[in-house]
């Protein structure tokens, strides 16, 4: 036999012998088992069975197990108090009131949207822990996928099999432009107009990034690219310097310093929205994060 086969046949039985080692007695540890005396003898001669030596010799009127029992019964107090732990560990897991809840995001919701809704959470829930991720759509869409996050804010919301969405919002977006430039006091821009600028755009990955390609390109254009970058605080501040324009969400509360927004025409929206993995059920948590999440108004 084995070594795994052995651990195979013993490892069911680790209950029974932490409780003959705390009663000493065959009868006790039924009870204390809640199963009938003869099935603690079954289970008891068949791992005795399985090792090839006794586990229990007579002493007055009770037992007490054998060294090699003793040495297997040690093991099964340690094992069954690591289950107890991990038993403990998963219930607050799951559970809306405790446990852990891994929420991604994309940079630009950062702002307002993330702390509005951990705010109302917390609220609710104080006992919840958070760990808060932040990159690309296609980070969080690619770590959703991958199982690394419970729940993901994105937009716009992706069309991928493995996902499951719920829109929350529309969000408008907006050109913003130096506050000396050309298009800064105009009421309204078409897209068209921008087409001798010059952009700084977030990198390729942004549901941003993807949105102003596919506007330009409904314009008949492609953006001439000045600068790239991963946060929109840094596209606004290339902005303000005068590098470029950009199109993006309302900076609100407020105008960020020198840098004007400006509505474009039609005005385009994205769509922000809770993602999750299609083919697990949603925790208890996640289930209460979604439902925290859909009163709370953007403003990115």
């Given at each position: 036999m084995t070594y795994d086969s052995l651990s195979a046949q013993v490892t069911p039985h680790l209950p029974l012998l932490a409780a003959l080692r705390e009663t000493r007695n065959i009868t006790r540890a039924a009870?204390?088992?809640?199963?009938?005396?003869?099935?603690?003898?079954?289970?008891?001669?068949?791992?005795?069975?399985?090792?090839?030596?006794?586990?229990?010799?007579?002493?007055?009127?009770?037992?007490?197990l054998t060294r090699a029992a003793e040495l297997l019964a040690e093991a099964a107090e340690r094992g069954l108090a690591a289950v107890e732990t991990g038993v403990r560990l998963a219930r607050e897991e799951v559970s809306p009131e405790s446990g852990h809840v891994?929420?991604?995001?994309?940079?630009?919701?950062?702002?307002?949207?993330?702390?509005?809704?951990?705010?109302?959470?917390?609220?609710?829930?104080?006992?919840?822990?958070?760990?808060?991720?932040?990159?690309?759509?296609?980070?969080?869409?690619?770590?959703?996928?991958?199982?690394?996050?419970?729940?993901?804010?994105?937009?716009?919301?992706?069309?991928?099999?493995?996902?499951?969405?719920?829109g929350l919002v529309d969000e408008e977006i907006l050109l913003s432009v130096p506050a000396g430039h050309r298009l800064a006091g105009r009421a309204s821009v078409r897209v068209a107009e921008l087409a001798d600028e010059e952009f700084v755009l977030l990198e390729q990955g942004y549901g941003v990034r993807t949105l102003t390609d596919e506007l330009c390109a409904a314009a008949g254009f492609t953006p001439r690219i000045a600068f790239e970058g991963q946060e929109s605080d840094t596209v606004r501040g290339l902005v303000a310097a005068g590098l470029g324009v950009a199109l993006l969400p309302r900076f609100g509360p407020g105008t960020p310093a020198g840098v004007a927004e400006v509505p474009l025409s039609p005005p385009p929206y994205r769509t922000i929205g809770l993602a999750w993995r299609a083919d697990e059920p949603m925790t208890s948590r996640g289930a209460a994060a979604s439902r925290s999440v859909r009163p709370i108004e953007v403003s990115s």
């Open positions: 009870e204390l088992l809640g199963v009938p005396q003869p099935t603690v003898s079954r289970r008891l001669a068949a791992l005795a069975d399985a090792l090839g030596a006794p586990l229990t010799v007579p002493d007055g009127r009770g037992i007490r891994v929420l991604g995001f994309l940079h630009l919701l950062g702002r307002s949207l993330v702390p509005s809704l951990l705010r109302g959470y917390r609220a609710r829930y104080p006992g919840v822990r958070f760990t808060l991720v932040q990159g690309s759509r296609q980070d969080m869409v690619d770590r959703l996928v991958a199982g690394e996050l419970d729940l993901a804010l994105v937009a716009p919301l992706p069309a991928v099999p493995a996902l499951a969405c719920a």
